[in-house]
């Protein structure tokens, strides 16, 4: 049984959450501020927490923030429709994936099922026990590990997804569409940036090729490219 952490000052709505997700086999727990959140959230007891960005004491992104300062754990955020600066905040401190309100349980518990089959692997990941190895970059899928130059990257669930699907499709381009339903678990939606904000974050992350090129280019109308050097 897999435990979700829910962080959200609306009791109703939490409760509401919470039922559904228990009748679908879910263990939940639930915080309503921000500072009882992180607290709970970095006791390692849970698959997943789900957070609200609007909450008393501390923010939602404040909250994810200190989080993911010290946690990789998969983090869903609960975002007000149509605020893009929230999403695209959130996800740039390391949010793996994001719902907007008003949502429905189901949608919900969806993204969650989502989220939680690419944390615990696939059988992408059990392609081959030996490192994934494209120039500097190395992965171990087994152990969701990354190298650059022997160098550590630290990853959140989705960014690894994400680096993983292109890894194993180095040298080619890669559609949004393909890198949503792989790395997230999910149909692209209309006017979603996921994947460009994770993919402008790995570019961070990663060192650049000998002629100080990012290692992942943008392949225009056809995605992403891992550069296979």
């Known amino acids: 049984m897999s435990k979700v952490l829910l962080i959200d000052d609306d009791v109703e709505l ?10 679908e086999g879910f263990e939940v727990k639930t915080a309503h501020d921000g500072e009882a959140g992180m607290a709970a959230a970095l006791t390692g007891q ?3 927490a789900i957070l609200d960005v609007m909450m008393p004491r501390m923010n939602g992104l404040e909250t994810l923030r200190r989080i993911r300062a010290a946690s990789r754990m ?30 429905t349980p189901r949608e919900l518990t969806a993204r969650i099922r989502a989220i939680l089959r690419r944390t615990a692997g696939t059988p992408m990941d ?13 992965m171990w899928p087994e152990q969701r590990r990354a190298a650059w ?15 993983e699907v292109l890894a194993r499709n180095a040298g080619k381009a890669v559609s949004k ?22 993919l402008s974050s790995l570019r961070h992350k990663l060192g650049t ?21």
């Open 14 to 23: 939490v409760s509401m959450f919470q039922e559904y997700l228990e009748q």
């Open 46 to 48: 849970y698959a997943i």
């Open 74 to 103: 998969p983090i869903l955020m609960l975002t007000a429709r149509g605020d893009d600066t929230d999403r695209i905040v959130g996800l740039e401190l390391g949010a793996d994936d994001y719902v907007t309100k008003p949502c």
């Open 126 to 138: 059990q392609l081959a026990s030996a490192p994934l190895v494209v120039g500097q970059l190395t």
């Open 149 to 163: 130059a022997g160098a550590t990257v630290d990853l959140t669930s989705t960014e690894f997804n994400l680096l």
């Open 177 to 198: 569409n393909t890198l949503s339903e792989q790395g997230l678990g999910r149909p692209m939606a209309r006017f979603d940036r996921n994947i460009d904000v994770h």
């Open 209 to 229: 090729l000998a002629d100080g090129r990012s290692c992942l280019q943008t392949v225009y109308r056809m995605g992403y490219q891992l550069i296979k050097d």
